[in-house]
């Protein structure tokens, strides 16, 4: 049997968003707790360097994410580790966020900032040899590879960039791509082009991964789609990166969202729920970085200091921002 917990601000995930939008909120003196099934960082654990985020010319990934988890601790924000099922509106137009032990937190207002999940290729083999050389993530599991052959698969800045990194342990890295050019951007494909480790396979695609007796992968097979040849690279590793599907799962209710599935919000950050808001990796934009995830939490945690304002004096938020609340 769970226990109830009540919470001014409930937000769910502790990657860049939940963490900034959690100092903010912490910052307005608003009782706030954080909910991660993990550690606090998100993407961020997941990704060796950052030479983007503005101030820092270059910093480390889990650096960074424990410089966030300790600012937003500053302003009274708590972290618990907790695996949300479900975030579902009540009868007074509050939330109750219920996790898988069964504890509810309930609150006036939520921020969801749960990110996304990596898109599986759905081939043969692919379950089969996960965490024996088929992984989703290279900081992880990149040291295991040392000195071996190893393919990525994938054309986007994660695939791109992730490829660059994993050569610091393999020997060499076959990256697989479906088309004949990448979306990833330009930068990260001037780095990879200029790294002798990396060969780029145009045009074909993953279609099984074979394994060895001891269970271990040994071979990636791959079809080119312009002539249909299959052929087999012999790599003991296949890091995926095709994509992430954003984790909305948890919403309890019918919300805006596009044809991806990303939630659609408002210039607030409010979704069509009143009271919950979105933040970061999934939420429909044009881009997702660690900048704009934190500047969508600093929207969003203002918006619910308004919110709950209004909410307190029986008036609506005023979508302008600044100046006095609508009627
Ligand atoms: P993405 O941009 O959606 O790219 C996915 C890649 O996988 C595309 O090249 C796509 O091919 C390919 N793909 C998709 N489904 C496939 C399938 N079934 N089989 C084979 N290939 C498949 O995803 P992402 O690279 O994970 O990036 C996600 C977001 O995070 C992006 O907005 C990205 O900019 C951001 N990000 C930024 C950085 C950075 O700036 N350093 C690093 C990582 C991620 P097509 O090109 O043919 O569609």
Redesign the pocket.
Known sequence: MGTTHQYEVVIVGAGPAGMCAALYTGRSMLRTVVLERGMPGG?LLN?EK?D?WIGEQSILGWELAKKFEDHARLFGAEFVTANVTTVSRLDDGTFATVTDTGDVYRSPAVIVTAGGT??K??IPGEQEFAGKGVSYCAICDGAFFRNQTIAV??????????ADFLTRYAAKVYVV???DS????KI?QERLFANPKIEVVWNS??EEVLGDEQGLMKGLVIRNVETNATSTLDATGCFI????RPNTGIIDEHFDHDPMGYIVTDAMMQTSIPGLFAAG?LRSQL???VTTAVGDATTAAIAVEKFLKARSEGTEIDPRGSGGYAV
């Open positions: 993407e990704t950052l983007d990596p898109i290729l759905g698969v994938g054309g986007g800045d994660a695939a791109v960039e992730e791509h479906r088309r990448f979306r990833a951007s990260l695609v993953a990166f095709i994509g992430f990796d881009t997702r970085q």
